[in-house]
């Protein structure tokens, strides 16, 4: 149910982002987190894959 939560609150910040910015501002946004998103989980997979290639040579 945590999630849950999460999601109140991330509705609520685009609800409100969405009164301030324009579409075109928006959009840029939008298109903008995904590129962080995308950035984070390639580090955190990259990451991993280190540690299990570490933990394998001990």
Do not use: G, P, R, W
């Amino acid at each position: 149910m945590k999630q849950c939560s999460n999601l109140f609150y991330l509705s609520t910040i685009a609800c409100k982002l969405s009164e301030c910015l324009s579409e075109q501002e928006l959009t840029m946004l939008a298109a903008d987190l995904v590129v962080l998103s995308d950035m984070l989980a390639n580090l955190l997979a990259h990451q991993d894959i280190y540690e299990d290639a570490s933990q394998n040579t001990l």
